[in-house]
Each structure stands twice: as structure tokens, then as C-alpha cells.
């Protein structure tokens, strides 16, 4: 009698085991796409954000001389990440003060650009 009462015991636990295990297989199919669709939205708000940035960094960077627009090349900020890809590269790491002054020296260096100016 203990025998087959112990056997009723552990099926019932498998029962159990296997019941919770399906509920939360479930739940996280059912999340899944709810989940995806958050990231997507995450991401395309994040990408807006970064292109009306860009675009207002390019109108505030944008000079008009001798009657003509002329659009920079590339902005400050495109340069440091040059800068710090190169760091990466190599395995350097700038400090915060070496941040900075990269960060004023290219703002400066695309504010007053000579006519001879290249990025290469």
C-alpha cells in the first residue's frame, strides 16, 4: 500500500513539475513578440533621436560664405569617434582630460577649417 501511494505521490509531482513548466513555456512564447516589438520601438526612437541630433548639428555647423551654404564634412563629434575607434584599435583608452581636449580641438578644428582643409 505505501508503494503505490508513494508511485501516486511522484506521478503527481511529475504531473505538477510538467504543468508548470508548460505554463511557463507559454508565457514566455505569449511575451515574445510583445518583447520584440519594445526593442524595435527602442531602437527606432534611439536612431530618430541620434538622426535629429545629426541634422541639428549640421545646421548649427553649416557657414555661408561668399553667398554660397557650405556643409561640413564631418562634425566635431564624427571625428572624436575616429579618434577613439583608432584608440580602440590599438588598444589605448583616452582619460576624461584627454576626451575633452580631443572633443574642443575638433569642434575648433571644424569651426575654423582653412580652405585647404582634408580629412584623409
Do not use: W
Amino acid at each position: 500500500m505505501r508503494k503505490h501511494q508513494s508511485n501516486k505521490t511522484s506521478s503527481l509531482r511529475v504531473r505538477l513539475m510538467l504543468g508548470a513548466a508548460l505554463t511557463v513555456l507559454m508565457f514566455i512564447l505569449a511575451l515574445f513578440p510583445a518583447l520584440q516589438q519594445i526593442f524595435t520601438s527602442a531602437l527606432e526612437e534611439s536612431i530618430e533621436q541620434r538622426l535629429a541630433a545629426d541634422a541639428s548639428a549640421l545646421n548649427s555647423a553649416a557657414r555661408i560664405t561668399k553667398g554660397q551654404l557650405r556643409m561640413p564634412e564631418k562634425l566635431p563629434d564624427e571625428e572624436f569617434e575616429i579618434l577613439l575607434n583608432l584608440c580602440k584599435g590599438q588598444d589605448y583608452q583616452l582619460s576624461e582630460k584627454a576626451a575633452e581636449i580631443a572633443k574642443e580641438f575638433f569642434k575648433n578644428r571644424c569651426e575654423n577649417k582653412p580652405d585647404n582643409y582634408a580629412n584623409a
